[in-house]
């Protein structure tokens, strides 16, 4: 299933190295010499746990579908326009951070905040819908670094 | 959206009296003089709050779609096998009984797996998918039982 | 930390073997030839996760410094009346068990309703306090049959 | 129980005004009009509810008891160095934001990594301890800010 999970983030644009230079991004400050291997690694890791692989799958599938124009309404308005107040995509975001603890929460709004590097690509895209994915990707990001905190013993804020 | 809702629950089966009667089951014994109107009344309260329209709106899009095969794999036989270890079910009824607090998370483990009065005839339904449907119904009696606790100022288990 | 959480418990009137006890109910209908040892087993691999020790000796700390009447008001009396609408209890109790997914939850309301074993003993003490101590059993043993149902690739409801 | 809620945050050195100018830096981007009073208006109704007082009440008692050097070991050193790996403070934060639906977990996430405000102050304070109380703010804050979208059908991040 983990591979599944890599081949649709692939189709849907997300490479696993801009993920890691999310992790990357937050950890560094509290660890200087981590690599983007080492960030890598921890997202692979992350992706081996099943509730975060089908976390992301109905996340994406929802995003496909919505780009396709396929869900019944009032679905597909709240996904097409990425509705604010649509709380969906949050809620399996947390479901995916949650694996690692409630210390990966801070960064997952600080990502889902500011949409650094792939975030931002992601959320600006003018023809694909991924209303799921930036939630789901920062979700990752956010679990990648709570795990690496956890071995390394030393965290974020 | 609340009316879309009902509408929604209503062509997939789901009577709210019914939901109610779940709340009258579970409230009782707590409240001796409790009526199935008053359990109605706080079902259709619940129903009022929009991140509960959304994960029911979501959760019923998905089982439709896969009762009609149009899901793509590895998710359309997860959810038509009521996949046991496939947890975004769960997930969704949880952010429903949230809404009112911790205390409504007892009732809903109970009633997913005792499964009594609509949860059974949904769970066992021979043709239709009901993988998030009975997982949303029991959330929603929990969270409906946990606003009637609070208003009371008693409570469940 | 492990060994100062089992201390804790050990303290506080709560045998892990009991723990497993919980687990063995809820998962022989589904797996008949597992014993006694694999649940323990299980039980002490979630004691290894640091965000469980965390939530217990919390919760633990909590229920102590009640029973000494040290808590200032109105904790003390929401922790010794164990005031059925106090819910910090179940929410550290649900980060127990949401270490290995959603698919605990339902395990969990189902102990916290039904009382059965060592849940009944805590929750009827007629001089020690353990408003905490019952949910987090119950969300332990309810985390330990996740995670056991995720090894065997089969599970609970 | 708002008072004490209220009285125990003032004593602690939390005004409720800066809670509200937090809100205020949240969402005066999406509400040009936006005005302080409205702010500390959606505070104050978030205070209203049981759940949040609740997880308020708790987090201060652990945090003054850690100040005064009265909790067991290790709790005492965990809280009181502000360990960065412990998540219980995060876990009663989230609760709190829950209670106005996911999407105010962006915002939590938000203000935990860039302590803006009072949190500065709070992270900071060289001899009280602060470990509950300051997550327990951006929480508030957060569900806040989450209220007021609702009710403006306008919304963060």
């Known amino acids: 299933m983990k591979d599944t999970v890599i081949r649709m983030f692939s189709e849907r644009g997300v490479d696993l190295g801009e993920v890691a230079e999310l992790v990357l991004e937050l950890q560094k400050p509290y ?3 981590l690599s983007i291997s080492e960030c890598l690694e921890n997202v692979e890791a992350v992706l081996q746990k099943r509730e975060v692989q089908q976390a992301i799958i109905t996340g994406i599938v929802l995003d496909t579908l919505a780009e396709q124009g396929l869900l019944p309404e009032p679905l597909q308005t709240l996904l097409v326009e990425d509705e604010p107040l649509y709380g969906v995509d949050e809620i399996l975001a947390l479901a995916i951070t949650n694996v690692y603890g409630a210390i990966g929460f801070t ?3 600080y990502l ?3 949409k ?3 975030l931002r690509r992601l959320n ?3 023809h694909q819908v991924h209303t799921f994915m930036d939630d789901l990707v920062a979700g990752l990001a956010a679990a990648a670094s709570a795990r ?3 071995n390394l013993e030393k965290i974020v804020p």
Chains 1, 2, 3, 4 share one sequence.
Do not use: V
């Open 107 to 109: 960064n997952f709004g």
């Open 116 to 118: 650094p590097g792939i």
């Open 112 to 114: 889902d905040k500011t």
């Open 31 to 33: 660890h200087l010499t």
């Open 124 to 126: 600006s895209h003018p």
């Open 148 to 150: 690496l905190a956890h």
